[in-house]
């Protein structure tokens, strides 16, 4: 999908967000291309950066798209609402 690797690579423009990404997916650079081969992995992504509102802008705003967008992604990939959505 071509949202989720435009959102890895905006990630890993960034050395912290990297950082982040890696402690919070439990991923090394050894293990994402295996992982990234999976199914969930795309929601996976997409969780990571609707889940911390200020990563989220951040992109969306560098990217010139609208949030709903990556939520409309992270419906397609999971069949319903983010957790703690409003739908």
């Given at each position: 999908?071509?949202?989720?690797?435009?959102?890895?690579?905006?990630?890993?423009?960034?050395?912290?967000?990297?950082?982040?990404?890696w402690a919070l997916s439990?991923?090394?650079?050894?293990t994402l291309r295996d992982?990234?081969?999976?199914?969930?992995f795309a929601a996976g992504?997409?969780?990571?950066?609707?889940?911390?509102?200020?990563?989220?802008?951040?992109?969306?705003?560098?990217?010139?798209?609208?949030?709903?967008?990556?939520?409309?992604?992270?419906?397609?990939?999971?069949?319903?609402?983010?957790?703690?959505?409003?739908?």
């Amino acid at each position: 999908m071509a949202l989720c690797a435009d959102i890895l690579s905006w990630i890993s423009a960034n050395e912290e967000m990297m950082s982040r990404f890696w402690a919070l997916s439990g991923l090394t650079p050894e293990t994402l291309r295996d992982a990234a081969a999976q199914p969930g992995f795309a929601a996976g992504v997409f969780d990571f950066l609707a889940n911390h509102e200020p990563t989220l802008l951040a992109y969306c705003e560098d990217r010139q798209i609208s949030p709903q967008t990556i939520v409309n992604a992270w419906y397609s990939e999971n069949g319903g609402p983010l957790p703690g959505a409003n739908p």
